[in-house]
């Protein structure tokens, strides 16, 4: 290797140019199509309790501003736990009522999406305060979450309890 390239051994090896473009006429070529899961989905089936998946997505969330350039340091905010719940909400809805079936369920109901883009309900009570109306598929893994964590925290209320809470 120290010498130049017209001193280098050279290997006799005949190449078949025909074969060579035989093999690749032949060759096949495959796709597989893999769907992929939400990052909600995958967060509730890696962490079981609500308020921990929320916190988790709140350190995500706080990253991607950070890859931006955006540096917060410290504990996670309020305002930083609220917009990972409703992204979990959000992220829910999309999932559940983009279908055809999830939307036939919202056909006879008045609903509306607010600034944020989270799915919530017209009833007598809009001009309340905490009137507003949540949707939510009760068999995603994350509702369930949410509901046992209620359940828990008010001292294992019972269901009309619960649905007052919720």
Excluded at 7 to 29: G, R, T
Excluded at 55 to 61: G, S
Excluded at 70 to 86: P, Q
Aim: net charge positive; charged share 30%.
């Amino acid at each position: 290797m120290k010498d130049s390239i017209g001193k280098w051994p050279k290997l006799a090896v005949k190449v078949n140019e025909k074969e060579i473009e035989e093999e690749k006429q032949h060759s096949v070529v495959s796709a597989n199509n893999i769907e992929c899961e939400s990052i909600t989905f995958q967060l509730t089936k890696r962490i079981s309790k609500f308020s921990k998946t929320v916190r988790v997505l709140a350190w995500m969330l706080r990253f991607r501003l950070r890859a931006r350039r955006l540096r917060r340091n410290g504990n996670l905010t309020d305002e930083e736990i609220s917009d990972a719940r409703k992204t979990l909400f959000r992220s829910v809805q999309t999932e559940c009522f983009a279908t055809e079936e999830g939307k036939k369920s919202l056909i006879n109901l008045e609903v509306y999406k607010d600034d944020e883009g989270i799915l919530l309900m017209k009833t007598r009570l809009t001009n309340e305060d905490e009137a507003e109306i949540l949707f939510l598929h009760s068999k995603y893994p994350i509702v369930q979450q949410l509901i046992e964590q209620e359940h828990v925290t008010n001292n294992h209320a019972g269901t009309l309890t619960l649905l007052a809470i919720l």
